[in-house]
């Protein structure tokens, strides 16, 4: 059949890799010849690959519910596109769980319950009064991040140990409105895609936090195939800014491995001054010893709904073309900061100091983000005071927005 010819292939072109005909599996006993493993297996013992599709929002966070495998091929959530789209197919594309029938259109209402939970369950639920459309912004722009920080969790946690890592569905949309994408069908990025860049980075720094011991790891994480060395630091802060306490240790990871700096203790004996944990957030970065490499991330140990948020206004200011400052102009601590550019270009913003692609960040009074706009079009009469343009949104104004 067709998959003994792609296998026979696969087979005569490499020896380092196998064909697998499904998106989950339990691997080979042996490649020459092919003899399937299924569920003859030893317990204990890890094959293959795994995926993760599951809708209970009330669980995204717990690492007991993710899979432990080889590799961890599909795991998925959906959200809608930024508001600037076409939003007539918003229901007749909201087809999750699939329908019984082909016929269009397809509208699921578990689907837009996941969205809302997803939310509502962990930060504060966009209650905007008097102006529909900008609603229904900032509900796009939460589902957003939510899908965002649940897949980056587990991004996180599947390249921990001897997994070999984790690949996620999907990329990019072939049709507008409501789907598992980080790229959505104008080319614009969402949310999940700057994080997908940070959390997959060659050398991350990342909290795993479990949430059924409360306890929280401080890992480096290395795809490298070599050793690398280098200085993290993790600080905590209020979320009026305040910092609390700075933590910086050396590290040194094995080729493909992880190593931990720091945890397998409660949450809040590692949360300094006997600050309240509805009152602290950590930052954490790392640099390569020869500055290769370098990489931040952001935890805070409770949802955000229930973390005591300051009054904030956050500012783009131009700086130079396509460029701008993010700013914290008045009040605390910005959370998931997102700079958003006008519809009808492509592109993404990176970070002018690093060169990396950068977003959806939290952002201090004091501290500024200098970032650039690298267009991917050819219309430069679209990209004529750009700077301009940007626009922020943060979690404050799911239920503060400046109308």
Known sequence: GQTDVIRDVVLNNT???????????????????????????????????????????SV?????????????????LDSPEDYAFNSSVIRAHNKHNPAGTLQYPWPADDGQMQLTTGVTQYYPTPNITGNHR??????????????????????????????????????????EGISWSSVEYTGRWKVYHYIAE???????????????????DIYVTSDLW????????????????????????????????????DGSVEIST???KGQPLNDAWLHLNLTSKDGKYSNEQFFYPLALKDCRLRPTKVVSRPIGRNQVSVEVSEGGVAAWVNVEHPPGVRGYFKDIHTNKPSNAF??????????????TGSDDESLQDLESKMFVRTMWDNQHHPN
């Open 134 to 175: 900008t609603l229904l912004a900032q509900w796009a722009y939460s589902t957003q991040v939510f899908q965002a920080a649940f897949m980056a969790a587990q991004i996180a946690y599947y390249r921990l140990g001897a997994s070999r890592g984790a690949l996620y569905w999907q990329l990019n949309d072939t049709c």
């Open 226 to 261: 070599h050793e690398i060395e280098g200085t993290a630091q993790w600080t905590w802060y209020d979320f009026a800014g305040r910092k609390l306490s700075k933590n910086v240790a050396d590290f040194k990871v094995g080729p493909i491995s992880s190593t931990r700096l």
């Open 60 to 76: 995204s966070f717990n690492t007991k519910t993710y899979p432990v495998a080889r590799f961890v091929n599909e795991r998925v």
């Open 362 to 375: 939290f952002l201090r009074p004091g501290e500024k983000r200098q970032l650039e706009f690298i267009s």
């Open 15 to 57: 020896r380092s890799i196998s064909y697998i005909p499904s998106s989950k599996t339990q691997g080979y006993f042996t490649l020459d010849p092919y003899v399937s493993r299924y569920y003859n297996s030893t317990p204990g013992e890890i094959y293959g690959d795994q995926e993760l599709y599951n809708y209970d929002t």
């Open 270 to 272: 590692m949360v300094p």
């Open 198 to 216: 940070r959390v997959q980075d060659h050398v991350i720094i990342s909290p795993i936090h479990n949430y059924g011991k409360k306890t929280l």
